[in-house]
């Protein structure tokens, strides 16, 4: 070999292993016990709540209208702005004014899966669908904050890789909301069939404790440096002090309201629009649909299981478990090559896949009760879709402008789940119109027009 060519080799083999080494910076460890704090509270109130629901004898109907519930997600750009900007008293001083959010929503977490565990779905579904509203809407709050949180702690270079970290941890917790709570419901319960009510009393006592690990990390880690204004934000508050000069004849509190207002709303909605132009059509598209197949699928997949046959054991070894290992597997892998060969070519490829891989789903209803197939249909799947989680992450943190972290990518990641909940929410009933086969095929096909989209979006500056 030349010298030449040995020199390549070994730049070649270094580069790769700055790509792997780079998930030991502290930063992307953080972010690994944020990410468990996110992904617990997710299947609580959706995947592992249907199961729950369901084997109480809830009609499949009533339990995909639950998936309403993540409307909350939806919506959270809402609410962002007070996050993004709002000071909460006493908390911030101690805290940090991130920190301080996301203790605040920890506790808000806990309090209301403490409260679901003392719920019966015999007796009183309305007031488990109200728990399971502040349950999802605390989830969304903490979510705001530590994609703010990760946004403003790093520059673009880490972005992927933390993002494959909170991916990490966000699914080792969805084993633990997923199969952990499975497993202890029947283990507590005393018959290995029917339904117990103690036993998933039990099991999200469990799940309210282990959301102490995020509580532990906010108290444990920094808070992230305050970001400093650009010209463009002295420009507006600026504008903002003209306003109130002559606007002076206002109430003081409605003066300082709309000035807060301007800054907060306005403003981040405004940057994104004037950045990207009529591109920002096409962005928004994108974002919207591109994990469309997963989240439909992953509404009434628990639902298709226990239909299919399938015990609480077997779907806490094959896919609360073994599934979420070749997620993060994926999302590992999604990380690096994001580094490797970029972010927009990364997304296309995931987003083939997981429509690909949902086609298998079609093909496993056709045989119902196998777990070899199940096994390899999980594996594929959940490897796709780590991947494209990855590069949709990082490609959604490429677009936010760190002035305004936490209300723009809270309007990215709910213009993400908008539709595809909406969406998700009428599928019991088209399976019980047209059966599992049909939905699975339609669910895949509908995640075709995202590779159009992909190739129309504009690509990283």
Known sequence: MSTVDSKTSNS??????????????????????????SGLPLLLVFGTLSFWLREAGVERSLITYFSWVGLAYGFKWLWAPLVDRLELPILSRLLGRRRSWLALSQIMLISGLVGLSFSNPLQNLEYMAILAVVVAFSSATQDIVIDAYRIESAGERLQAAMAATYMAGYRIAMIVAGAGALAVAAWVSPEPEGYVQSAWQIAYLCMAGCMSVGLITTLVIAEPRKVEMDEETLEQQNRIIEFSEKNAHLPDFLARFLGWFYVAVVCPFTDFISRYGKQAIIILALIGTYRISDVILGIIANVFYVDMGFTKEEIAQIIKIYGVIMTIVGAGLGGILVNRFGVIRILFIGALMVSLTNLLFAWLATLGHNTAALTLVISLDNLSGGIATAAFVAYLSSLTNIQYSATQYALFSSVMLLFPKFLGGFSGGFVDNFGYEWFFTCVALLGLPVLILIMLAPKER
């Open 12 to 37: 070649a083999q270094q580069s790769w292993l700055d790509s792997i080494r780079i998930y030991t910076h502290p930063r992307a460890v953080t972010l690994f016990f944020l990410g468990f704090s």
